[in-house]
Structures are given as structure tokens and as C-alpha cells.
């Protein structure tokens, strides 16, 4: 699923603005947090409106109407479209930072990483024990 890049958005936006997305609050800055969110998620992202909207505990057409209203105020509202077009800018820079991880390939990866380490403990444990002949036989 995409929750982690939704959350890392979230706090991004966050930072940005001062004010936290995901709380439901009908102020402006709360209401145009959101928007940025929401437009982000399904221009940079191409999410469904049904899925931003669970993000954030709204239904679909509420993303709509919302999308359709922040068309218009990016425009006209510098503020907005400044904080925005940072938003976006971040997201950018940070967004390969956010990949979904499949529990399966974890699992195995960490199962591999667990293998290798144990054959370098016995190949650390035979260099140990190699040191220790080579020190005898010098030492007699």
C-alpha cells in the first residue's frame, strides 16, 4: 500500500504549514493542508479518490470537492500557492526515500543476511583459530 508515502506526506506538509492534515478541523489552514495533500496524492501519485480519502477519514466526494476548490485558491491565494509549490518541491527531493516494502522479500532478505552472518562468524572462528597455531609455532 502507499499509508507510508501518505503519512511522509502528511508530515511534510506539516512541517511546511504548522498544522497537522490529518486532524479533522474546519479552519482554513487545516482545510488547505489537506488540500495540498490531496493534490499531491493524486497528481504526483495517481491515487484513487476512494484511498485519499480513508487516508484521511473523509469520503471520496469530499476529496473531490476539495480538489476542485483548491484549483481555484492555489491561483488566487499566493500564501497557498507558495506553500504548495514547496510542498511539492520537498516531496520530490524526499519521495524515493519511500518505497513499500513486500513482507515476503523482507523476510527473506533478513533470513539471507542471517545466513551470511553465520557463515562469516565460522570463517572468523577458522581465522581465529588459524592466528592462534601460527602464534604457537612461532612461540615454540
Given at each position: 500500500m502507499n499509508i507510508a508515502k501518505t503519512n511522509a506526506l502528511k508530515g511534510i506538509v506539516k512541517?511546511?504549514?504548522g498544522v497537522d492534515p490529518s486532524l479533522r478541523c474546519r479552519k482554513t489552514e487545516f482545510i488547505q493542508a489537506r488540500a495540498i495533500?490531496?493534490?499531491?496524492?493524486r497528481q504526483e501519485l495517481g491515487m484513487t479518490y476512494q484511498?485519499?480519502?480513508t487516508q484521511f477519514?473523509?469520503?471520496?466526494v469530499t476529496v473531490m470537492s476539495a480538489l476542485r476548490n483548491f484549483k481555484n485558491e492555489v491561483e488566487v491565494d499566493k500564501n497557498l500557492n507558495r506553500n504548495y509549490s514547496k510542498a511539492i518541491q520537498v516531496w520530490k527531493m524526499d519521495c524515493q526515500e519511500y518505497i513499500e516494502l513486500n513482507p515476503v522479500l523482507l523476510k527473506n532478505t533478513v533470513n539471507n543476511l542471517v545466513k551470511q552472518n553465520k557463515l562469516l562468524n565460522?570463517?572468523?572462528?577458522?581465522l581465529s583459530n588459524n592466528i592462534k597455531a601460527i602464534q604457537e609455532k612461532i612461540n615454540v
Open positions: 512541517d511546511i504549514l495533500c490531496y493534490a499531491i496524492l484511498f485519499i480519502g477519514g473523509m469520503h471520496h565460522l570463517q572468523v572462528q577458522e
